[in-house]
């Protein structure tokens, strides 16, 4: 159940825009931080710690409560495994949620990485789902710091959500893929082509 098409009603002009099972899938090059979703996916650390990349920006842009939060999920559970998520509030962010996902670290590719990047993926989902989400925007997890490589990294994003969307028809309406970088922003849609999504 996919149509292809230009976004209309989308974001911005010119994003990508493919519904999947009723849900509308847009590509977009910007700030996540600025995303006027639900839910923005942070790509963070196990010990949800902070750091730097997309962490780093929405822990300042949103203010100190998403880590408070933060150190209360590390207190309780001691914080997140590779590829599950848990969630915060968003602070001064326009979204209403942060969903906190720690992605793999690349180690040549050998050691379960693209697993667990679409645990990422699923876990996020699941959540959206609980928590009735009807819009989400996720930036390209492990692609920074983690040195996943960028294409297999699109491929699986886009594969992950469109298996699960298919799968879990819900509240979900929106989600979107926010890279910050051109080069990603261009392989996300060379990807979405080349995999007949
Ligand atoms: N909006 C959207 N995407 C962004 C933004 C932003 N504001 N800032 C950075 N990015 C992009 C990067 O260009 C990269 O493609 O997010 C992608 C993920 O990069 P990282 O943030 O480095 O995340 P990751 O590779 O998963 O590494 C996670 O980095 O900062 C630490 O605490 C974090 O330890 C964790 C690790």
Known sequence: MMERGKAESGPEAGSANIIVAGVAVYLQKGDITRQRVEAIVNAANTSLAGGGGVDGAIHRAGGPSIMEECNEIRKQRGGVATGEAVYTSAGRLPATYVFHTAGPVWHGGKNGEGRLLAECYRSC??????????????PAI????????????????????????????????????????????????????????
């Open 125 to 138: 989902l699941q959540l959206a789902e609980r928590l009735e989400v009807t819009s989400i925007s996720f």
């Open 142 to 197: 492990s692609t920074g710091v983690y040195d996943f490589p960028k294409q297999k990294a699109a491929e699986i994003a886009l594969q992950t959500v469109q298996k699960w969307l298919n799968k879990h028809p819900g509240k979900l309406k929106e989600v979107r893929f926010v890279n910050f970088e051109e080069e990603n922003h261009r392989l996300y849609l060379e990807v979405l082509q080349s995999l007949d999504i």
